[in-house]
């Protein structure tokens, strides 16, 4: 078989096949990790800055502002479930920092 059809098999494979399929998976993390991480961190926390290892491991492809929604969802979700509790919310930034700086250290 020659390399250059080979080559544009292998080409057509990842194009075709691949990307799409990695792309899909992809939004599907996404859209779970809206739903549950705020969800799974609020029952699993007796503080917001409790944790910050293991929220920083599951938020290791999130840009900071992406980790901001998602603790200021798990905020909501903190104040109907327990509102008065609130010592629990409105550390956004300082949690959003902590976790933001152990990423780029599990990164580094």
Not at 2 to 8: A, G, M, R, S
Not at 23 to 37: F, I, P, S, T
Not at 92 to 106: C, D, Q, R
Request: glycine share 0%.
């Amino acid at each position: 078989m020659d390399q250059t059809k080979i080559l544009e098999d292998v080409r057509a494979l990842i194009k075709e096949c691949l990307i799409p399929r990695i792309d899909k998976l992809e939004a599907e993390v996404h859209n779970m990790r809206q739903v549950y991480w705020p969800v799974c961190t609020f029952f699993s926390e007796s503080g917001p800055m409790q944790n910050i290892h293991e929220k920083s491991v599951l938020l290791l492809d999130c840009e900071k502002d992406e980790i901001r929604r998602l603790i200021r969802k798990k905020n909501v979700l903190a104040k109907r479930l327990t509102p008065t509790e609130s010592w629990r919310m409105d550390r956004v930034e300082e949690e959003t920092h902590a976790i933001s700086e152990t990423v780029k250290k599990l990164l580094a």
